[in-house]
């Protein structure tokens, strides 16, 4: 019998009891979705990749502690957010060049709109998202967190996450207009 | 500002678009009549949402693209969880000598069971716990294991052969007292074939 074909909660509880065969099955079944996931919030593959790693290190350290082990795959991202987060703060801190980032002048609103389907559209109009915006639209709509958590997260007070995630809406919507 | 909505507010209502992004957060609860009653308001809302759901699709659609991780990526995960094995508590076993001590790790026993389990046809073994006595040579032990079966199996039947397998695997290998063993069929699982999408591998 396959551990391929164990749902999550059982190879949870494997991975908690020290199993890491079905640890590996877990990783190789979220993985893809978890380093999506942290290339988006981060915007940059090799930061995701080091996010994730840690994360999953942490993760099969504190499997133990999970209460409902069918819950396994949003705690991994709560975990992933954790460490991907954490590594936006320090490059922060050690990059004072930061707005430079946001301001990338590749391609303008009429490229965007040429893109071949509407998911490419929104993918060149979120990378030209200032970072601070970027993050806390992927953490709420993607990661599924409060103001509250999402403040915390990225040191930040609710009203300025609140501010950061009206002012991605309204530039998301307004440049997707053509895509509706 | 991309969208100035005036003082007037999106569709006259006064409200902007913060105001609209914080109702659509707070799930629309308290309802604002102004807002549910405004075609401008509940257009941008539908917009917003569908945003949101777009961007969900964004990262599936990444997660398509790059269905596969890295190999060189996952080996150093592995060897980095393989070196913080946890190994739970030392169970004792007689040493021939008595000036040596021998012990087998908890964890090791659990892989025992676990595979003593597995080795019967359409069970997959998930929790396994060990009470009692276990850091007593030869102390009273009760072990608890929750299964899970392959469903249109006779259910009863293979519970059965879990205990008998983990009784006999214990008593060969171990030299733990076994109280009871516990099987709780806690879950039923299909069987993948090879062949089908996903990520059966």
């Known amino acids: ?180 | 500002m991309t969208m100035d909505a005036g003082s007037a507010g999106i569709g006259e209502t006064g409200f902007t678009l913060d105001d609209l992004s914080d109702y659509l957060d707070r799930g629309r609860t308290p309802a604002i009549a102004a807002i549910d009653n405004s075609p401008e308001c509940q257009a941008m809302l539908a917009s917003m949402e569908r945003m949101g759901s777009l961007t969900r699709d964004l990262v599936a659609q990444d997660q398509r693209e790059h269905p596969m991780l890295e190999e060189g990526w996952l080996g150093g995960l592995l060897e980095s969880i393989s070196r913080e094995v946890r190994a739970g508590r030392d169970i004792p076993l007689t040493a021939p000598d008595p000036r040596a001590s021998l012990s087998v790790t908890e964890g090791a026993i659990r892989e025992l069971i676990r595979s003593a389990g597995d080795s019967v046809d359409g069970v997959l073994v998930g929790s396994c716990t060990l009470e009692g006595d276990v850091d007593v040579v030869g102390g009273l032990v009760t072990v608890d294991l929750a299964i899970s079966v392959v469903l249109q199996t006779p259910v009863l039947e293979l519970a059965e052969q879990v205990r008998q397998r983990v009784y006999t695997r214990l008593l060969a290998h171990t030299e733990l007292s076994i109280g009871t063993i516990d099987v709780t069929v806690s879950d039923v699982h299909i069987v993948t074939r090879p062949a089908a999408d996903g990520d059966a591998s």
């Open chain 1, 1 to 180: 019998m396959s551990l391929a074909s164990a749902g999550d909660a059982l190879l949870a509880q494997r991975s908690a009891d020290g199993d890491a065969v079905a640890f590996e099955v877990l990783v190789r079944r979220h993985g893809p979705f978890l380093r999506a996931y942290a290339i988006r919030l981060t915007g940059s593959a090799a930061d995701a990749d080091d996010a994730v790693q840690e994360a999953l290190i942490t993760a099969w350290n504190q499997l133990h502690t999970l209460e409902d082990p069918s819950r396994v795959r949003s705690w991994l991202v709560s975990v992933v957010s954790r460490k991907a987060t954490d590594q936006i703060r320090s490059r922060r801190a050690s990059d004072e060049l930061d707005d430079e980032r946001a301001e990338d002048p590749g391609l303008g609103p009429e490229h965007r709109t040429e893109s071949s389907s509407r998911l490419d559209a929104l993918s060149a109009v979120l990378a030209h998202l200032p970072e601070g915006q970027r993050q806390c639209w992927v953490l709420k709509e993607v990661g599924g967190f409060s103001y509250e958590e999402i403040g915390e997260r990225l040191g930040m007070s609710v009203v300025t996450v609140r501010g950061k995630l009206a002012r991605a809406r309204a530039t998301v919507v307004k440049d997707m207009e053509a895509w509706r």
